[in-house]
């Protein structure tokens, strides 16, 4: 049986110095390595020094696109997050959208609407009816009058600080995207 610094020499034998290199890398990323340190420094000093500037290039590369994966992951991360966050304020946006027409399309016998626009003390005739919401107002329909919507463009008014919140993050997407002058560079 051969030793495992006999089986190495078989094994390394006759491999280009970018085959050694991939060797040496794949083995890296075994749960349970099979080269150690020193076995992996063996078959780097078996290259001949005419081969060893190739083997020293492949693994340069390497490096760099590993580096750069690193980068692409960290900024694929920070947009999912960025995205996530734009997300959540244009489901909120199609909620209180959502909210305005079920109650404004709601029949008095039966619903919210009866309690908001019929029966409500509190109403002015001739006034909408206003639900202040964080970042916007509900503006329901005006007392006593059933599917009068108060706007062409919808009842659901914005705060400002919800829409500057809104265009920060789309433009923080796209920035991110962009970088700082076009896609992101990646090192060579």
Do not use: C
């Not at 995205?83 to 946006?93: E, G, I, T």
């Not at 029966?119 to 006593?144: E, Q, S, Y």
């Not at 919808?154 to 919800?162: I, L, R, W």
């Amino acid at each position: 049986m051969a030793s495992i610094g006999g089986r190495l020499k078989e094994v390394v034998k006759g491999l280009s110095p970018e085959d050694t290199a991939r060797l040496i890398i794949e083995d890296t990323f075994r749960d349970q390595p099979v080269l150690s340190a020193a076995e992996r420094r063996k078959m780097v000093n078996a290259l001949d020094e005419k081969e060893a500037p190739r083997y020293t290039g492949f693994i340069d590369r390497y490096t760099v696109l590993r580096r750069n994966l690193f980068q692409l992951t960290v900024l694929a991360g920070e947009l999912h997050k960025n995205m996530l966050k734009r997300d959540s304020l244009l489901w909120y946006r199609e909620a209180l959208v959502r909210l305005e027409e079920a109650i404004s399309l709601d029949t008095f016998d039966t619903g919210v609407s009866k309690t908001l626009l019929v029966d409500n003390p509190a109403l002015k005739p001739g006034k909408p009816v206003d639900i202040a919401v964080p970042f916007a107002t509900v503006r329901i329909g005006v007392w006593g009058r059933k599917g009068n919507p108060v706007s062409d463009h919808g009842g659901v008014e914005f705060a400002g600080e919800f829409v500057d919140a809104l265009d920060r993050g789309t433009d923080t997407i796209r920035s991110l995207a962009r970088g700082p002058e076009g896609p992101t560079p990646l090192r060579h």
